[in-house]
């Protein structure tokens, strides 16, 4: 009787945040604008097939970087992914690979080594948590504005090594805790589909770039979807690496012990074939248990799916075009390679947005109200909140919000907290068992396409949906879907068991053959 009170309570609470956001929505109007025209095709190629063409000889690193220098400053107006760029020195490394490549096609030097970097030449941008020595390095924390990175995060230097070139830094929400890239230094991202919509996050400027064309491959890091979310909420691929495999020191805030299982970098961006060879370049060497070269036989994937987290009432229900999008892809694999499709109903799915607040308290952590306050004293959440109404707060609402939630929450050694985790153990123990070592496991992203701006807060606990596999330690990928009937692109995740990124990844390939993958937001 209680529970079912309850039950009722919620699905009340979900109604009214709802027509909330209606309302929010409609203060801000739908700014469907197609983004300037790609007048360069360089824009519209691959890193596979730009490399290729930059180490024949056939095309200039410089052209590669120019251009895309050039289309950031074209769609920057429109979408405010960028927070700091580093134009001329990019230029300058670009010259100087031309001139190495120009020495050793005319035999010159001797230089096999240097062709054999997989990113040698071409442009990249990082989010703005991930440090760039001299680039600005604060995370949107208002708090650190004007704090500038002293090294390279170790990921950087990997990408350096690979022959890739940092070009320019992207917008995040404040201390990369939210979904919503929106913060007190930079303001707000917007989506490149319709400017009256976020971008996600919290690899949110990253994503609304990269789809804009203004940039080509991208560095994101992910504890609770950040590199899915806005890669669902702005239609570009995003991998989420299995944790351990791409080196994660140089980031804000330095993760706590407890936070590894969870947390992982990766890749982001426009075309599936640049997953691996950005993959490759981020990682070290413990990217050899992931067996990249190994050759993906479709036909002997096993599929399963879901196609809503086992239903939270608190969570948006999944939209019909999501939903047909997920039930397509099925359809294709099963038709085209006669897999084994398994429809699973875990209903312990949808307590992720729990499990994850748990997990990210085991070990040694910090509560919000500190973590906001760049691990210092506490600030008092609620006062900051009212303070915000008039716009006096140095801090973001959503996450004032958040923390005055975390003052009423059983701690993590109640007994409510230590069930949960029991609960996630064995959801754990289950998937492992069920996906084995050729299973891959097709989940929403998120229920919904990108909302309006200032409406996260209506269905924060929807990134649940991205947070179950962050608990689990699995790879996802996040695969566009194309443009649902608001021209706002839809998709879903593919996840996998640890270790088997190759699985998901090669079924992002599939699903960007038969689906088209990224649809352009210009002309
Ligand atoms: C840091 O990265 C930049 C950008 O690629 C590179 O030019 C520089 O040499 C690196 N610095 C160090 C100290 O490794
Ligand atoms: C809020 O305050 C900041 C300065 O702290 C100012 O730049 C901004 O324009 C203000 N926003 C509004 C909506 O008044």
Same mark, same amino acid.
């Given at each position: 009787? /209680? &529970?079912?009170?309850?039950?009722?309570? /919620?699905?009340?609470?979900?109604?009214?945040?709802?027509?909330?956001?209606?309302?929010?929505?409609?203060?801000?109007?739908?700014?469907?604008?197609?983004?300037?025209?790609?007048?360069?095709?360089?824009?519209?190629?691959?890193?596979?097939?730009?490399?290729?063409?930059?180490?024949?000889?056939?095309?200039?690193?410089?052209?590669?970087?120019?251009?895309?220098?050039?289309?950031?400053?074209?769609?920057?107006? /429109?979408?405010?992914?960028?927070?700091?760029?580093?134009?001329?020195?990019?230029?300058?490394?670009?010259?100087?690979?031309?001139?190495?490549?120009?020495?050793?096609?005319?035999?010159?030097?001797?230089?096999?080594?240097?062709?054999?970097?997989?990113?040698?030449?071409?442009?990249?941008?990082?989010?703005?948590?991930?440090?760039?020595?001299?680039?600005?390095?604060?995370?949107?924390?208002? %708090?650190?504005?004007?704090?500038?990175?002293?090294?390279?995060?170790?990921?950087?230097?990997?990408?350096?090594?690979?022959?890739?070139?940092?070009?320019?830094?992207?917008?995040?929400?404040?201390?990369?805790?939210?979904?919503?890239?929106?913060?007190?230094?930079?303001?707000?991202?917007?989506?490149?589909?319709?400017?009256?919509?976020?971008?996600?996050?919290?690899?949110?400027?990253?994503?609304?770039?990269?789809?804009?064309?203004?940039?080509?491959?991208?560095?994101?890091?992910?504890?609770?979807?950040?590199?899915? %979310?806005?890669?669902?909420?702005?239609?570009?691929?995003?991998?989420?690496?299995?944790?351990?495999?791409?080196?994660?020191?140089?980031?804000?805030?330095?993760?706590?012990?407890?936070?590894?299982?969870?947390?992982?970098?990766?890749?982001?961006?426009?075309?599936?074939?640049?997953?691996?060879?950005?993959?490759?370049?981020?990682?070290?060497?413990?990217?050899?248990?992931?067996?990249?070269?190994?050759?993906?036989?479709?036909?002997?994937?096993?599929?399963?799916?879901?196609?809503?987290?086992?239903?939270?009432?608190?969570?948006?229900?999944?939209?019909? &075009?999501?939903?047909?999008?997920?039930?397509?892809?099925?359809?294709?694999?099963?038709?085209?390679?006669?897999?084994?499709?398994?429809?699973?109903?875990?209903? &312990?799915?949808?307590?992720? /947005?729990?499990?994850?607040?748990?997990?990210?308290?085991?070990?040694?952590?910090?509560?919000?109200?500190?973590?906001?306050?760049?691990?210092?004293?506490?600030?008092?959440? %609620?006062?900051?909140?009212?303070?915000?109404?008039?716009?006096?707060?140095?801090?973001?609402?959503?996450?004032?919000?958040?923390?005055?939630?975390?003052?009423?929450?059983?701690?993590?050694?109640?007994?409510?907290?230590?069930?949960?985790?029991?609960?996630?153990?064995?959801?754990?123990?289950?998937?492992?068992?069920?996906?084995?070592?050729?299973?891959?496991?097709?989940?929403?992203?998120?229920?919904?396409?990108?909302?309006?701006?200032?409406?996260?807060?209506?269905?924060?606990?929807?990134?649940?949906?991205?947070?179950?596999?962050?608990?689990?330690?699995?790879?996802?990928?996040?695969?566009?879907?194309?443009?649902?009937?608001?021209?706002?692109?839809?998709?879903?995740?593919?996840?996998?068991?640890?270790?088997?990124?190759?699985?998901?990844?090669?079924?992002?390939?599939?699903? &960007?053959?038969?689906?088209?993958?990224?649809?352009?937001?210009?002309?």
């Amino acid at each position: 009787m /209680f &529970e079912t009170l309850l039950h009722f309570f /919620f699905k009340l609470s979900r109604a009214l945040l709802d027509c909330l956001s209606i309302v929010f929505g409609l203060l801000n109007p739908s700014k469907v604008r197609r983004l300037p025209p790609i007048s360069d095709s360089i824009l519209l190629r691959s890193s596979v097939e730009l490399s290729r063409k930059i180490k024949s000889g056939e095309l200039r690193s410089e052209q590669v970087v120019k251009a895309y220098c050039k289309r950031i400053e074209q769609v920057q107006p /429109f979408i405010n992914a960028v927070v700091d760029s580093r134009f001329e020195k990019a230029l300058e490394e670009a010259r100087e690979v031309d001139r190495k490549i120009a020495e050793i096609l005319s035999g010159k030097v001797d230089e096999e080594l240097l062709l054999s970097k997989p990113l040698l030449g071409l442009p990249f941008t990082c989010k703005d948590s991930i440090a760039i020595k001299d680039m600005n390095f604060d995370a949107g924390s208002l %708090l650190l504005k004007g704090n500038k990175a002293t090294n390279n995060a170790t990921v950087i230097n990997n990408l350096c090594k690979s022959g890739g070139i940092p070009v320019a830094l992207t917008n995040v929400p404040e201390l990369v805790l939210w979904w919503d890239s929106d913060n007190r230094i930079y303001g707000r991202g917007n989506n490149p589909y319709d400017l009256s919509r976020i971008t996600g996050g919290s690899s949110g400027g990253e994503a609304a770039l990269i789809a804009a064309c203004g940039s080509l491959v991208g560095v994101g890091s992910d504890i609770g979807g950040s590199i899915r %979310l806005p890669s669902m909420c702005c239609g570009v691929f995003g991998h989420r690496t299995t944790p351990g495999v791409i080196p994660i020191e140089g980031m804000y805030p330095p993760p706590c012990d407890g936070w590894l299982p969870y947390l992982s970098f990766g890749p982001l961006c426009r075309y599936a074939v640049d997953i691996i060879p950005m993959l490759k370049a981020m990682a070290g060497p413990e990217v050899e248990r992931l067996n990249l070269d190994k050759k993906v036989d479709l036909s002997k994937l096993k599929i399963y799916y879901m196609l809503n987290d086992g239903g939270n009432p608190l969570n948006s229900p999944v939209s019909e &075009e999501i939903q047909l999008s997920m039930k397509q892809a099925v359809k294709y694999f099963e038709n085209k390679y006669k897999v084994e499709i398994i429809k699973l109903d875990l209903k &312990e799915m949808r307590d992720a /947005f729990l499990f994850w607040i748990y997990a990210m308290k085991s070990g040694d952590y910090y509560t919000l109200s500190s973590e906001l306050n760049l691990r210092k004293n506490e600030i008092n959440p %609620l006062l900051e909140l009212i303070k915000s109404i008039f716009n006096l707060s140095r801090f973001t609402r959503p996450l004032l919000l958040l923390a005055c939630l975390e003052k009423f929450s059983p701690s993590p050694d109640s007994k409510f907290a230590k069930s949960l985790m029991r609960k996630l153990d064995n959801l754990k123990l289950k998937l492992l068992k069920i996906l084995g070592s050729d299973g891959v496991f097709f989940y929403p992203t998120l229920p919904i396409p990108a909302v309006k701006h200032k409406t996260t807060i209506f269905s924060g606990l929807n990134c649940g949906y991205t947070m179950i596999f962050n608990v689990l330690s699995f790879p996802a990928t996040h695969c566009p879907m194309g443009l649902g009937k608001e021209n706002v692109p839809i998709g879903f995740q593919v996840a996998s068991s640890p270790f088997n990124d190759r699985l998901t990844i090669a079924v992002a390939c599939e699903l &960007e053959r038969a689906f088209g993958g990224w649809v352009s937001p210009s002309f």
